[in-house]
């Protein structure tokens, strides 16, 4: 299994950006999909995930983050989706996706296949 991330770039604060996570080799409509972040000298932290039965969807608790990301699926494309909006220089960091079987999950440790992470830039 196979993972894609992209539309990560450079954005001006309060601009948007949407990632995209594309999967292959596997089937996704039954992974768990979800997404993290790194900034620079920080740990990873979880931003959203969704399921892959009931397509609920699960956002992080921090006040940063809140209300600003959205997670979106499509199984006819095998894509996973982050919306980003009114982006701020602190939401500067690499995105990852991440599937699992039997997610979803609010910590990185038990995905089974991630992407190699895309950039994300948001100058003031």
């Known amino acids: 299994v196979q993972l894609q991330a992209s539309g990560g770039g450079l954005v001006q604060a309060g601009g948007s950006l949407r990632l995209s996570c594309a999967v292959s080799g596997g089937t996704f409509s039954s992974y768990a999909m979800a997404w993290f972040r790194q900034a620079p000298g920080k740990e990873r932290e979880f931003v959203a995930a969704?399921?892959?039965?009931?397509?609920?969807?699960?956002?992080t608790t921090s006040r940063s983050m809140k209300g600003r990301f959205t997670i979106s699926r499509d199984n006819t494309k095998n894509t996973a989706y982050l919306e980003m909006n009114r982006l701020k220089p602190d939401d500067t960091a690499v995105y990852s996706c991440a599937a699992d079987s039997r997610g979803p999950y609010y910590y990185s440790g038990p995905y089974q296949y991630w992407g190699q992470g895309t950039q994300v830039t948001v100058s003031s």
């Open positions: 969704i399921s892959w039965a009931t397509r609920d969807t699960y956002y």
